[in-house]
DNA sequence: CTGAAAGCGCTTACAG
DNA sequence: CTGAAAGCGCTTACAG
């Protein structure tokens, strides 16, 4: 058999274009990739010869012997891709990434820290040029090997803990802040806070806030009205159940505070069930679409996801290619859109 | 320089793993592999290497030389992943492959036949496994080839035309019909359709469906009440405007059906602007998260856009495998649910 | 400007 | 059970 058509796959290779070419395999490498040192009647063969054949580049075949071994694909682990935050960061790399040339690999850790780390195996195996990741480990380090190793890491949403890395996180702490301001702004005094795991540094994060918040209004926070750890549906209807119906009315919130997406909605979903919409009030953290079509209109911090995408790839891509710069964390600030539940005063 | 020690990445090769192991390279490939075979002493002693360089197999490598040229990745190309559609589909995507193994890459085509072919050459270029495809193009006939080269595709969302492939698509029809039944059930003769981009083909069968219902109940559809091609927010609140505004009272609808969820918000919000959101009648196509919030709560039919990326995905792993059965396209039904806005009765 | 040889890290095809 | 040689499709390092 000769040797131009032993291979495995249906695909031409860059031998069957040199072949047609009538040149070497070398100079058709050399035109592929845009090399120059060609004259033009060679190049122009090699490019008929491409277009006839529908050559594609093997991306794995080049990548292993390349000097840089680079793959043109990243890696994107993050908490959920079916959550609009996550989509958001996601899709702002997906176009860093397109105009950069590279393709990006997601994955969706769902808080688990074993998927994280299992992730990160499969993806260094595919030799990613480098990751964002949202962690959902509590410490970091065990990246160290790989950043050493030339993939460098850059972390959105959550900073990196035990490690020493670029990060690209919201104005949690300050977000919780303007929340808590803005309810004492409108009379409030008894704010409830509602919060996913404590372990999620982000809600720690918006506790840290409201707390600090509270405290610089002399205001004492009366434990009943804090709730933590409220993950998924369940747990979120049970606190709004202890608030609103268990505790006597003088010791009942008068404003909430839902230091996170799903909690809010389980919230103006027990405020609805308990007509008291426009009783209570409420800001929420994390803005959703429809947040103006409900009545009362929800009052959000609102986290800019797409732009914690946009610089967590530009960093990236500058890592990639070389940038040595002291590691740095980038915060992109929150912003309080006024809608309605966040303007309800608080009764005299 | 040693043999063992050439690499130019910081990253232990399998050589490394054997050298350290004291067996050879071939060996060392086995216990990796799981092919059996090898003595007890050498599997652990190969083991205990791998444990101790923290060795991972370099898939390009590996997938290279592989006869079946695995790369143990598939893409996914949709819509937009930052929509919840998208993003849904591709959710159910990366679950099913997690289990088999495989990693997904992910993109948008934000309706850009363009980008479709851009992101397939990308995709095939690194040899993907798979591909499951929401097409922006009208023909996918170029597929052909790629297909004939042994990636499978499989669509999602919209069927193929020109081009013989598996297709999980939605009940758009019948969801519809379903719509405009249950609008007249509830009295109304006077049903708008706003629907998105024409060329889109489930644009085209929800219209479709929306007609032969109309004639179905003898209703002959008024033009001035039907407006197609709303993409994005601007041409959806003219249409609104158009029918609610400038349309002389009893030529104006008494019910809505929006056939994509952009649409669905910009009339519920054209409607609580002019305050009739209890007096118009509205039914949209699929399903977002807070509908049920809005008051009236929205009456929908709700798509299963997790159902319809599972059943893709299971098919395209059964092909990657070998299924070489004929293709077909399978539909996942609609379902109506019904929160208030469908069920506001027509005037008399 | 051009190309023959070697080698990236792995698996295949063979031979012991 | 084990391993030396060849080769996947490409780029590198050299030599003309």
Same mark, same amino acid.
């Given at each position: 058999m000769p040797?131009?058509?032993?291979r495995? =796959?249906?695909? *031409?290779t860059?031998r069957?274009?040199a072949?047609?070419?009538?040149? =070497?395999?070398? /100079?058709a490498?050399?035109?592929v990739?845009?090399?120059?040192g060609?004259?033009?009647?060679?190049?122009?063969?090699v490019r008929?010869? &491409?277009?006839q054949?529908d050559?594609?580049r093997n991306?794995?075949?080049?990548s292993?012997?390349? $000097?840089d071994?680079?793959?043109?694909?990243v890696?994107?682990?993050?908490?959920?891709?079916a959550?609009?935050f996550?989509?958001?960061?996601?899709r702002?790399?997906e176009?860093? =990434?397109r105009?950069?040339?590279s393709?990006v690999?997601?994955a969706s850790?769902d808080?688990d *820290?074993?998927?994280e780390?299992a992730?990160?195996?499969?993806?260094?195996g595919?030799r990613?040029?480098a990751l964002?990741?949202?962690?959902?480990t509590?410490?970091?380090?065990y990246?160290?090997?790989?950043?050493?190793?030339?993939?460098p890491?850059?972390?959105?949403?959550?900073?990196p803990?035990?490690?020493?890395?670029?990060?690209?996180?919201?104005?949690?702490t300050?977000?919780?802040? /303007?929340? &808590?301001?803005?309810?004492?702004?409108?009379?409030?005094r008894?704010?409830?806070?509602?919060?996913d795991?404590?372990?999620? !540094?982000?809600a720690?994060?918006?506790?840290?806030?409201?707390?600090?918040?509270m $405290?610089?209004?002399?205001l004492v926070v009366d434990?009943?009205l804090v709730?933590?750890d409220?993950?998924?549906?369940? *747990?979120c209807?049970?606190?709004?159940a202890?608030?609103l119906?268990?505790?006597? !009315?003088?010791?009942?919130?008068?404003a909430?505070f839902?230091?996170?997406n799903v909690?809010t909605? $389980?919230?103006v979903?027990?405020?609805?069930?308990?007509g008291r919409?426009?009783?209570v009030?409420l800001?929420?953290f994390?803005?959703?679409?429809l947040?103006?079509?409900?009545?009362?209109?929800i009052?959000v911090?609102?986290?800019? !996801?797409?732009?914690?995408?946009l610089?967590?790839?530009?960093i990236?891509?500058a890592?990639?290619?070389?940038d040595t710069?002291p590691?740095r964390?980038? &915060?992109?600030?929150?912003?309080?859109?006024?809608?309605?539940?966040?303007?309800?005063?608080? *009764?005299?």
């Amino acid at each position: 058999m000769p040797a131009a058509t032993r291979r495995t =796959s249906g695909r *031409p290779t860059l031998r069957d274009v040199a072949a047609l070419a009538g040149v =070497s395999l070398k /100079t058709a490498s050399r035109v592929v990739n845009d090399e120059g040192g060609v004259t033009e009647a060679k190049t122009e063969a090699v490019r008929t010869a &491409v277009r006839q054949l529908d050559y594609r580049r093997n991306y794995s075949a080049s990548s292993l012997r390349r $000097a840089d071994g680079r793959t043109a694909a990243v890696g994107a682990l993050l908490e959920d891709l079916a959550n609009p935050f996550s989509a958001e960061v996601y899709r702002a790399l997906e176009d860093v =990434s397109r105009e950069r040339g590279s393709l990006v690999f997601a994955a969706s850790l769902d808080e688990d *820290p074993r998927q994280e780390r299992a992730m990160v195996r499969e993806l260094t195996g595919r030799r990613v040029d480098a990751l964002v990741i949202a962690p959902a480990t509590e410490h970091q380090g065990y990246l160290e090997q790989e950043v050493a190793d030339g993939t460098p890491v850059v972390f959105v949403d959550r900073r990196p803990t035990g490690f020493d890395a670029d990060a690209v996180v919201a104005g949690n702490t300050e977000g919780a802040r /303007t929340a &808590v301001d803005h309810l004492v702004a409108h009379g409030h005094r008894r704010i409830a806070f509602l919060g996913d795991l404590q372990r999620i !540094p982000t809600a720690a994060e918006r506790y840290n806030g409201y707390a600090a918040a509270m $405290a610089n209004h002399g205001l004492v926070v009366d434990a009943a009205l804090v709730h933590h750890d409220l993950h998924g549906q369940a *747990p979120c209807d049970t606190a709004v159940a202890r608030l609103l119906d268990d505790l006597p !009315p003088d010791r009942q919130p008068t404003a909430l505070f839902t230091a996170q997406n799903v909690i809010t909605v $389980a919230a103006v979903r027990g405020l609805q069930a308990r007509g008291r919409e426009r009783e209570v009030a409420l800001v929420g953290f994390d803005d959703f679409p429809l947040a103006e079509l409900v009545r009362p209109g929800i009052t959000v911090i609102a986290q800019d !996801p797409r732009a914690i995408g946009l610089r967590a790839a530009q960093i990236l891509f500058a890592r990639r290619d070389g940038d040595t710069s002291p590691s740095r964390v980038e &915060v992109i600030e929150t912003r309080l859109v006024q809608r309605g539940t966040g303007e309800i005063r608080a *009764p005299r």
